[in-house]
């Protein structure tokens, strides 16, 4: 991408990318995305950013039996 790892943000990117949340942060009143620069998390409401950047819920996690 050319951005530093650790301060992308699915927000404000010179291209799109996909964007995938976990399927848990529908259920949340807020979550944490970079601010953009490393080391800055915003807050926001994953009701109103996933639709703003055109994101997708998916189940892209889960535990291994030994974590269980």
């Known amino acids: 991408t050319g ?3 650790g301060g992308c943000s699915p ?3 010179k291209r799109r ?7 848990s942060a529908a259920g949340r009143p807020f979550i944490y995305i ?3 620069v490393r080391g800055l998390q915003l807050r926001v409401d994953p009701a109103e950013l996933i639709p703003f950047v055109g994101g997708a819920l998916a189940d ?5 039996e ?3």
């Open 3 to 5: 951005y530093i790892r």
């Open 34 to 36: 970079s601010a953009g």
């Open 17 to 23: 990318f996909p964007t995938y949340f976990h399927l």
């Open 66 to 68: 030994s974590e269980i």
């Open 11 to 13: 927000v404000g990117m």
């Open 60 to 64: 892209i996690s889960h535990r291994q």
